[in-house]
């Protein structure tokens, strides 16, 4: 099955059973956002400016080639042009938009048989709706590929090294992957992520997803000590 870089990480982030994400809400609508940046930059249709190209340096550019037929996908194409990758991040991450990215790859997945839409109530008593794994072949073989990558027994093309550089992110790759060595995987996903693999473009989409995560990440700490 065809799946984007943001359908990837989102099968991989929920959980299979009970079909809740297995990070936090902000970390999972930011991280899906970095996939969607990074996807467009890996297939040519954004780019970084120099200044020399028309654009604005430093600033994401529509590069007018390899337009996205998915609408979702063309919507953030043009929210991204001429905005520095931290406003980008911060635009389609975070807010209505990031809301409603996470729903549409969500609905997405369960048209296709993916995921599978239930609505159950936590406590008993507040609805709310999950996505358990329905189809497990399309999830199964990107965290195969994923794992020949962080073992070693295939090399890492450009998506996957960016999906382990989102999982390396978000923390997820001990959840993702439980029965591996927790600090050979890091390591191996470090030096993937610091590889050469990927252009300007995406690295700064990467870098930004995780300067996001952390400036979420030291707010809600900052929030709880406050109110304790």
């Known amino acids: 099955m065809d799946l984007s870089l943001a359908e990837e990480y989102l099968l991989l982030a929920l959980d299979d059973t009970s079909g809740r994400p297995m990070v936090s809400g902000q970390h999972l609508q930011l991280a899906l956002a970095g996939a969607s940046m990074a996807e467009l930059t890996l297939r040519g249709?954004?780019?970084?400016?120099?200044?020399?190209?028309?654009?604005?340096r430093g600033r994401f550019r529509a590069a007018g080639r390899a337009t996205p037929s998915d609408p979702v996908q063309r919507e953030i194409l043009d929210l991204l042009d001429?905005?520095?990758?931290?406003?980008?991040?911060?635009?389609?991450?975070?807010?209505?938009?990031?809301?409603?990215?996470?729903?549409?790859?969500?609905?997405?997945?369960?048209?296709?048989?993916?995921?599978?839409?239930?609505?159950?109530?936590?406590?008993?008593?507040?609805?709310?709706?999950?996505?358990?794994?329905?189809?497990?072949?399309?999830?199964?073989?990107?965290?195969?590929?994923?794992?020949?990558?962080?073992?070693?027994?295939?090399?890492?093309?450009?998506?996957?090294?960016?999906?382990?550089?989102?999982?390396?992110?978000?923390?997820?790759?001990?959840?993702?992957?439980?029965?591996?060595?927790?600090?050979?995987?890091k390591r191996r996903a470090k030096e993937i992520a610091a590889s050469e693999w990927a252009g300007a473009a995406v690295k700064r989409a990467i870098d930004e997803v995780n300067a996001a995560m952390v400036a979420v990440t030291v707010a809600a700490a900052g929030a709880a000590s406050s109110g304790s």
């Open 82 to 185: 001429n905005r520095r990758p931290k406003a980008a991040i911060q635009k389609i991450g975070q807010g209505g938009f990031g809301r409603r990215l996470r729903q549409t790859l969500q609905q997405g997945l369960a048209a296709r048989g993916v995921l599978r839409e239930e609505q159950v109530k936590v406590l008993g008593l507040f609805p709310i709706t999950t996505w358990p794994a329905h189809d497990p072949a399309p999830e199964a073989a990107v965290r195969e590929r994923v794992l020949a990558a962080l073992t070693g027994s295939a090399d890492a093309d450009g998506p996957t090294s960016a999906l382990v550089s989102l999982l390396l992110a978000t923390d997820l790759l001990r959840k993702v992957f439980p029965e591996q060595d927790r600090r050979a995987l």
């Open 45 to 56: 249709a954004l780019t970084v400016s120099d200044g020399a190209d028309g654009g604005q």
